[in-house]
């Protein structure tokens, strides 16, 4: 469910008519609805309860503090992989026991500010890493609490370019080694074991790769629990898809959490899960104009003002996203076959071909939908273009959250070298 609908023939979002953002902050711009995101993340905690998971919101998919705070002010926390990214968490109020540190190249640097920050959790991707988060911690008088994450040799995800948990990743340690590392860090003074983590990937339509993880995992809490180690924590990762409109619905956080449930049934541990864009896709859409209609044999191509720069998607993961008019086709409208590419110069930019569209002429606004995950935080300058504005909807409030980026500001970050003055 989200709040982007159509009234009086126009497309709105939450109370606010998307032309009336248009004409207040201009286009390509990001919108976001508050009340979309507060429901995501409602329906998702509310699938466990009973059980007090903790819901830690993946900021890679979505990092602008306004979307962080609307999400931690109903209790979420985040689930971060750079120090920009824990630092956004904090500054957005997330407070630094519901963060969780994440990611395969932690520098010593980025780890030294998470022991500092003393965040809920730093995920422990390797033997490496884990010497070097010991280190660090002891010569900083710390003992960090740790996770180790699990590589389960399971496939998943929507493209294998977001498939994380297939034996030859670049993520996590084997279900044999975990329990090694899991069993070192225990004896470590430096370091708290706390639990084991795992992330298969992201966009995942089917249950079946999620339960095989998750009951890899509950073996392996199991066997070190039998040998007499305790474990208190068990984090899930993210991944659970999102109707992007053009394929059969992922399962529900319902069946996604009764899932869950049924795999560590019986098994005393708390558990903590990282959605990302479960939360986020279709919180927001990304608003952009028609510049011109190119018209050749065939079919003609719409050309927008957004670009791959503003959302890469399509052109990295042959993404698709619902593209709606603003203005609200009549009834019976024609839908005629087009294809939907942005300004920048390289083919890739293309949005999609052979696309059933109602008619649309420039000038006209259209919305990306499910563009809330993964489109702002991806964007690019690429051809010297400005960040797209992102603006956050309240009921019949908006306000813009990041304002666009001017070429003055890039430009003030590069100069020319001594020898050509
Ligand atoms: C990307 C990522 C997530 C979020 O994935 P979604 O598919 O957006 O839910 C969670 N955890 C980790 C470790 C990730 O890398």
């Known amino acids: 469910m989200n709040h982007f609908e159509y009234r009086d023939s126009e497309l709105f979002c939450e109370g606010v008519r998307l032309s009336a953002i248009a004409t207040a902050v201009g286009t390509p711009a990001y919108v976001y609805s508050s009340a979309t995101l507060e429901h995501h993340y409602a329906v998702f905690k509310q699938a466990f309860a009973p059980r ?44 630094p026991e519901r963060i969780i540190f994440s990611g395969v190249g932690k520098t010593e640097s980025e780890l030294a500010f998470a022991v500092k920050a003393r965040v809920y959790q730093i995920n422990v991707e390797s033997v490496a890493e884990l010497d070097a988060l010991s280190r660090i911690a002891g010569s900083l008088g710390e003992a960090p609490s740790i996770a180790i994450r699990v590589n389960p040799d399971v496939g998943a995800g929507g493209h294998e370019k977001i498939s994380t948990g297939k034996g030859d990743a670049k993520f996590g340690v084997s279900p044999e080694q975990a329990l090694q590392l899991y069993a070192r860090a225990h004896i470590d003074p430096h370091l708290t074991a706390k639990g084991l983590a795992v992330h298969i990937g992201s966009q995942i339509r089917d249950l079946a790769p999620l339960e095989a993880a998750f009951g890899v995992m509950r073996g392996l809490v199991e066997r070190l629990r039998g040998d007499g180690i305790t474990i208190e924590r068990l984090d899930l990762g ?52 028609v510049i011109r209609i190119q018209e050749r044999r065939g079919r003609p191509i719409l050309v927008l003002d957004a670009g791959m720069n503003d959302l890469i998607r399509p052109a990295i993961y042959d993404a698709y996203h619902d593209i709606r008019p603003v203005q609200e086709p009549p009834p019976g409208a024609r839908h005629e076959p087009v294809d939907v ?29 499910s563009a809330g995950a993964y489109g702002a935080t991806m964007a690019s300058t690429y051809n010297a273009r400005a960040l797209a504005p992102e603006v956050l909807v309240r009921g019949d409030q908006f306000e813009i959250v990041r304002r666009r980026w001017t070429l003055d500001e890039q430009l003030a970050l590069e100069r020319l070298p001594e020898w050509m003055k």
């Not at 819901?55 to 985040?78: E, M, Q, S």
């Not at 942005?342 to 259209?366: H, K, M, S, W, Y």
């Open 52 to 95: 007090d998971v903790l819901v830690a919101f993946a900021v890679k998919a979505n990092a602008n503090i306004a979307v962080l705070a609307t999400l931690a002010r109903k209790g979420a926390g985040a689930d971060t992989v750079s120090q920009g990214e824990i630092e956004r968490a904090l500054k957005a109020g997330v407070p």
């Open 238 to 289: 993210g991944g659970l898809g999102v109707p992007y409109f053009n394929e059969p619905d992922p399962p529900s956080p319902a069946l996604y959490a009764g899932m869950a449930a049924r795999v560590l049934d019986g098994l005393d541990i708390q558990l903590a899960f990282e959605p990302g864009r479960m939360i986020a896709a279709n919180a927001g859409v990304l608003l952009a104009r």
């Open 341 to 369: 590419v942005g300004p920048i110069c390289e083919t890739g930019d293309t949005f999609t071909r052979n696309r059933a569209l109602p008619p649309l002429q420039a000038g006209d606004l259209v919305a990306f939908s």
